[in-house]
């Protein structure tokens, strides 16, 4: 049997900049679970989330799966790439559903991650969460989405402080992406200019460096990515 050299859960780890983070860390030789309410094929392991369950539900069988599958191991990085997007304002009909569609695609996956950092990352390990440039200002055309993005910032910060209850010495960090370059959205912006989209490659390149403890940000950082003529860079916010 090969030597693992590492091991991360990819949560949100079926999804497109999920997926590409499986395949860049199983390239790697590391063991890689996914969490998701899909399997993904390539992970050595799966943790299914259960859409119907509650905020409360969803953590405790979570863990409870992660638990069983680790055995008392710990992993070296915890990422959290779920999220989804849905627009409205305060007069639409649908603004309320949307809103709270936001928060458990964002906001429950975060603080789940979050939980699971505390209980099952090495000292020294990173846990990185997806938060949004967007949601740096009001996001009026998509109020829920930009609510719960920003709630992903403060929770960055909070994990970062002092007494968060993340182990010693991990790093804690948020990207805020603008647009992803994923086959959803080359389908439902056909027109747009994609040099300005963030190769799903250079993300799953970020998270693998910040594993190696290679040129990590400081701790609670806010990470623009910043597309222009193909080339992205990292920008703190």
Known sequence: MEAILGRVFVYGGKGALGSACVSKFKSKKWWVGCIDMKANEEADANVIVKPDNNWQEQE????????????????????????GWA???????DFIK??????KQSVWSSTIAASIAAHHLKEGGFLSLTGAKAALEGTSGMIGYGM????????????????????????????????LDTPMNRKWMPKADTSKWTPLE???????????????????SLLQLITNDNKTELVSA
């Open 60 to 83: 405790k069988d979570i863990l409870q799966q992660i638990t069983s599958i680790l055995k008392g191991d710990k992993v070296d990085a915890v990422i959290c790439v779920a999220g």
């Open 87 to 93: 627009g409205g304002n305060a007069a639409q009909k």
């Open 98 to 103: 949307n809103t709270e569609l936001m928060y």
């Open 148 to 179: 719960a993005k920003a709630a992903v910032h403060q929770l960055t910060k909070s994990l970062a402080a002092k007494d968060s209850g993340l182990p010693e010495n991990a790093l804690v960090t948020s990207i805020l992406p603008i647009t």
């Open 202 to 220: 250079y993300v799953a390149d970020l998270f693998w460096k910040w594993s190696q403890k290679q040129e990590r940000p400081a701790n609670g």
